[in-house]
């Protein structure tokens, strides 16, 4: 009996490590603002396809998006997120923290250079189709900056 007790045990410790581990640094006030003035508004768009992809899906359904290593939010599934962001470079990722460095996939990772009073739209998304065809189909991820005009269109599609 002592021995079934011990992986009882083994496994609520491995619970706790998880939820340790997935526990991210809040973005903070050195990088966003309560205010657009003289700062730039950034809008993060959700486009996931989960198609085929289903297990991927958790949460708010859409992709998270981390600034510099710092988890700013989870998106709604085809939803978006007005932030303002103070002028600067940063690395915008839909990747945590610890499979950005040691990820070989960059297409879920975007350098970028924000100005003073711009307005600018980066769109994420996860494509479970292309996970299940890959390396074929090439990623199944996408973190790429937008016209106003894509965006729009984007913003307002309903699937």
Same mark, same amino acid.
């Given at each position: 009996?002592?021995?079934?007790? %011990?992986? #009882?045990?083994?496994?609520?410790?491995?619970?706790?490590?998880?939820?340790?581990?997935?526990? *991210?640094?809040?973005?903070?006030?050195?990088?966003? =603002?309560?205010?657009?003035?003289?700062?730039?508004?950034?809008?993060?768009?959700?486009?996931? =396809?989960? *198609?085929?992809?289903?297990?991927?899906?958790?949460? $708010?359904?859409?992709? %998270?998006?981390?600034?510099?290593?710092?988890?700013?939010?989870?998106?709604?599934?085809?939803?978006?997120?007005?932030?303002? &962001? %103070?002028?600067?470079?940063?690395?915008?990722?839909?990747?945590?923290? /610890?499979? #950005? $460095?040691?990820?070989?996939?960059?297409?879920?990772?975007?350098?970028?250079?924000? /100005?003073?009073?711009?307005?600018?739209?980066?769109?994420?998304?996860?494509?479970?189709?292309?996970? *299940?065809?890959?390396?074929?189909?090439?990623?199944?991820?996408?973190? &790429?900056?937008?016209?106003?005009?894509?965006? /729009?269109?984007?913003?307002?599609?309903?699937?």
């Amino acid at each position: 009996m002592q021995y079934k007790h %011990k992986y #009882v045990l083994l496994i609520c410790v491995l619970f706790v490590l998880h939820g340790c581990a997935t526990t *991210w640094k809040q973005v903070d006030n050195t990088i966003i =603002s309560d205010t657009s003035d003289g700062n730039s508004t950034v809008y993060f768009i959700d486009d996931s =396809s989960y *198609w085929l992809g289903f297990m991927y899906k958790e949460g $708010k359904g859409g992709v %998270k998006i981390f600034i510099n290593d710092m988890f700013l939010d989870q998106l709604e599934q085809n939803g978006f997120k007005q932030v303002y &962001i %103070k002028p600067g470079s940063y690395t915008f990722s839909i990747f945590p923290p /610890e499979n #950005v $460095k040691s990820s070989s996939n960059r297409a879920g990772i975007l350098n970028f250079v924000a /100005e003073i009073n711009r307005t600018y739209y980066i769109v994420g998304g996860f494509d479970g189709g292309k996970q *299940w065809a890959a390396p074929f189909a090439g990623s199944p991820y996408k973190l &790429i900056q937008v016209t106003s005009k894509e965006a /729009e269109m984007l913003m307002l599609k309903e699937k």
